[in-house]
C-alpha cells in the first residue's frame, strides 16, 4: 500500500522531545512514516502506540514488539490506551487531514481529481457516507457545513441547488455533484471552490471538528508533566481549535487565573508556528498547508 512522504517529519517528531525510554502515541498512523521515525529514536524499553481508524492502515503495521496499532478512531485515545495498560504517556503526535494514500485511492471519493461513488469516509465501517449527506441532509443542514466547514460564502445558494436537483434525481457520484454545482465553479477558481466543497462534506461525514475537540481535550489528562504534544492541521478550522486548545486549555472563552492574575493553563506553548518550506512543498505537494504546533503539559 503507497503512502507519500510524511510532512514535517523532523520537525514534528523533534517536537516530542523523545526519551529513549518513553511511552508515545501517534494517533495519525497512516503509511507510518511518523512511527518510523519515533521507533528509530525509541531505545529498548521504549513504547509506541499508534492509532488508525482506517483498515487500509494495518497492512503497513511495523513488526516490532515495542509498537502495537490500534484499528481504532483517535478519538478513543484514553480508553484504547488503558485497555493495554496505559494511563500515562510522555508524548503524543498527530498529522490531521486525509492521507496522501486516501486522496489517491480514486475510490474513496476524497479527491477532486477522479469520478467516483459519494463516499469520503475514512472508516469504511461507518454508516454516514458523503452521498447521505449530499441527498438525505436538508437545505439548512446542508448550507450550515459548507458555510461553516467549507468557509464558502454562497454556501446556502449551493445548498439550494443540490436540493433542486436531487428532487429529480440522487446524486450518486462526485462527477454528478460537480455538474449541478457547475454555476459555481468558475474555470479560474474551479479546483479551489471544488476543494472546499469536498472539505465541508468530509468534515461532516467523518466528524473531524467534534474528533478532534474530544482528542485534544484526553490529552491534558494523558501527558505527563513536560510531557509533548505535536500536531499538523491543514485548514484554518482545525488550527485554530488547537492554537487555542494550546494556549487557553479550552476551544472558548478565557482560562481561570490564580491569586496572582496569571491564567491557569495546562500547556506552555514551545513553537507557536512551524511551516514547511518551499523545498518541501515542491517535494510533496500536500505540504503545502500543513501547520504545526508543538506544546509541552506544564
Known amino acids: 500500500m503507497e503512502y507519500h512522504n510524511p510532512v514535517l517529519l523532523k520537525e514534528t517528531v523533534d517536537g516530542l522531545n523523545i526519551k529513549p525510554d518513553g511511552v508515545y502515541v501517534d494517533v495519525t498512523f497512516g503509511g507510518g512514516g511518523?512511527?518510523?521515525e519515533i521507533m528509530r529514536r525509541l531505545g529498548p524499553n521504549g513504547k509506541l502506540f499508534a492509532f488508525d481508524q482506517d483498515e487500509d492502515a494495518l497492512e503497513n503495521a511495523?513488526?516490532?514488539e515495542r509498537f502495537v496499532l490500534i484499528n481504532e478512531n483517535f478519538r478513543f485515545i484514553k480508553r484504547f490506551l488503558r485497555f493495554h495498560g496505559v494511563k500515562k504517556v510522555d508524548g503524543i503526535l498527530g498529522d490531521f487531514g486525509v492521507s496522501s494514500h486516501q486522496f489517491d485511492e480514486a475510490d474513496r471519493g476524497f479527491?477532486?481529481?477522479f469520478d467516483a461513488a459519494?463516499?469520503?469516509?475514512?472508516?469504511?465501517k461507518d454508516a454516514l457516507s458523503a452521498y447521505e449527506v449530499v441527498n438525505d441532509y436538508d437545505e439548512k443542514e446542508l448550507k450550515r457545513i459548507f458555510v461553516e466547514f467549507g468557509e464558502l460564502k454562497n454556501g446556502g445558494a449551493m445548498a439550494n441547488t443540490i436540493v433542486a436537483a436531487r428532487s429529480d434525481k440522487k446524486i450518486k457520484n462526485t462527477e454528478q455533484l460537480k455538474q449541478v454545482l457547475s454555476k459555481f465553479l468558475p474555470a479560474h477558481k474551479s479546483n479551489k471552490i471544488l476543494a472546499q466543497i469536498y472539505q465541508a462534506i468530509?468534515?461532516?461525514v467523518n466528524q473531524e471538528i467534534e474528533v478532534l475537540k474530544e482528542f485534544l481535550t484526553q490529552t491534558e489528562e494523558l501527558l505527563v508533566s513536560?510531557?509533548?504534544?505535536?500536531v499538523i492541521s491543514y485548514h484554518s478550522l482545525e488550527d485554530r481549535l488547537v492554537k487555542r486548545f494550546i494556549r487557553?486549555?479550552?476551544f472558548e472563552g478565557e482560562p481561570e487565573r490564580d491569586f496572582?492574575?496569571?491564567y491557569e493553563v495546562p500547556f506552555k506553548i514551545i513553537e507557536k508556528l512551524i511551516v514547511p518550506t518551499a523545498d518541501e512543498i515542491e517535494i510533496n505537494n500536500r505540504a503545502r498547508s500543513a501547520k504545526l504546533r508543538v506544546a509541552e503539559k506544564i
Request: proline share 0%.
Open 260 to 262: 496572582f492574575g496569571n
Open 202 to 204: 468530509r468534515i461532516e
Open 111 to 113: 479527491s477532486t481529481r
Open 62 to 64: 511495523i513488526d516490532d
Open 248 to 250: 487557553n486549555g479550552m
Open 34 to 36: 511518523h512511527s518510523r
Open 118 to 124: 459519494l463516499d469520503m469516509r475514512m472508516n469504511q
Open 226 to 230: 513536560g510531557g509533548r504534544l505535536s
